[in-house]
């Protein structure tokens, strides 16, 4: 405990109830950090903070003047910005000949232009140096069927992440990503529903189970602490998922039919 007391740190993708943004925030919390969790659901949001003791504050991460007053907002009710979490993203599956114009606006905004805003805005916050986080997916590495929209945001956005490590590193700000793969999260919660699915990805991973929040929190932690000597990098925080692959659409639809023939 203790890790990152007294540090101003913002989690922007922090409005579902129990989500990957919001088992961060309340991680940074317990390690003393002051925290305010942003996004675009108020209720939510302000019983959060009211939880964890912290702030919080509507941003729409596609909106720059949003990421930017998010920014200002920090600086004022956290006395200054030690650390920045991107954790938004949408899960978009659907084969990629059906991708629609209107989609793939979306998922660009959402998933690459957004985070970009997201750390010009969190770099003019930052004057005594920070950690950047930017929250990443192992298909930005490996396959993963009718998820094309995804991982290409995801992939460019981890090049964006490498670009600012090199530029601001002698400002004293750290920039990195963290990958998680399959993880349990609200996200996630129909696949899971389905028998088969969750287990389809656990025979790949080395480690014999699919993620968890507190398993990417645990990193965040860390790449958020003075500890942490590490810039431009893309952290695997998938069981070692990517030394293997994604199991493939045949592959989940057998496990599911075994799941389903034995209950």
């Given at each position: 405990?203790?890790?990152?007391?007294?540090?101003?740190a913002?989690?922007?993708?922090?409005?579902?109830?129990?989500?990957m943004?919001?088992?961060?925030?309340?991680?940074?919390?317990?390690?003393?950090?002051?925290v305010?969790?942003?996004?675009?659901?108020?209720d939510?949001?302000?019983?959060?903070?009211?939880?964890?003791?912290?702030?919080w504050?509507?941003c729409?991460?596609?909106?720059?003047?949003?990421v930017?007053?998010?920014a200002?907002?920090?600086?004022s009710?956290?006395?200054?910005?030690?650390?920045?979490?991107?954790?938004?993203?949408?899960?978009?599956?659907?084969?990629?000949?059906?991708?629609?114009e209107?989609?793939?606006?979306?998922?660009?905004?959402?998933?690459?232009?957004?985070?970009?805003?997201?750390?010009?805005?969190?770099i003019?916050a930052?004057?005594?140096?920070?950690?950047?986080?930017?929250?990443s997916?192992a298909?930005?590495?490996?396959?993963?069927?009718?998820?094309?929209?995804?991982?290409?945001?995801?992939?460019?956005?981890?090049h964006?992440?490498?670009?600012?490590?090199?530029?601001?590193?002698?400002?004293?700000?750290?920039?990195?990503?963290?990958s998680?793969?399959l993880?349990?999260?609200?996200?996630?919660?129909?696949?899971?529903?389905?028998?088969?699915?969750f287990?389809?990805f656990?025979?790949?991973?080395?480690l014999g189970?699919?993620?968890?929040?507190?398993?990417?929190?645990?990193?965040?932690v860390?790449?958020?602490?003075?500890?942490?000597?590490?810039?431009?990098?893309?952290?695997?925080?998938?069981?070692g998922?990517?030394?293997?692959?994604?199991?493939?659409?045949?592959?989940?639809?057998?496990?599911?039919?075994?799941?389903?023939?034995?209950?």
């Open positions: 405990m203790g890790r990152l007391e007294g540090k101003g913002v989690v922007l993708g922090a409005a579902g109830r129990d989500n943004g919001q088992v961060i925030a309340r991680r940074f919390a317990e390690e003393g950090a002051k305010l969790v942003a996004g675009r659901r108020e939510e949001l302000a019983r959060f903070a009211g939880e964890i003791g912290g702030h504050a509507l729409d991460i596609t909106r720059r003047d949003d930017f007053a998010l200002e907002t920090a600086k009710r956290l006395g200054g910005v030690q650390i920045g979490v991107n954790a938004t993203g949408w899960g978009l599956l659907k084969p990629f000949l059906e991708n629609s209107a989609e793939l606006k979306a998922m660009s905004d959402l998933q690459f232009v957004g985070p970009i805003f997201f750390l010009q805005a969190m003019g930052m004057d005594q140096g920070g950690s950047l986080i930017q929250i997916s298909t930005a590495t490996i396959m993963l069927n009718d998820h094309a929209a995804y991982m290409g945001t995801k992939a460019g956005t981890d964006v992440v490498r670009c600012v490590a090199n530029e601001f590193g002698a400002r004293g700000i750290r920039a990195n990503s963290i998680p793969g993880t349990d999260t609200p996200m996630t919660a129909g696949a899971k529903q389905t028998p088969g699915v287990a389809a656990a025979s790949a991973y080395p189970r699919v993620g968890t929040s507190d398993d990417i929190a645990a990193a965040a860390w790449l958020a602490s003075d500890e942490c000597f590490m810039t431009g990098q893309n952290l695997q925080v998938n069981g998922l990517t030394l293997r692959r994604n199991p493939t659409g045949d592959e989940i639809t057998a496990s599911v039919i075994a799941a389903m023939a034995a209950k």
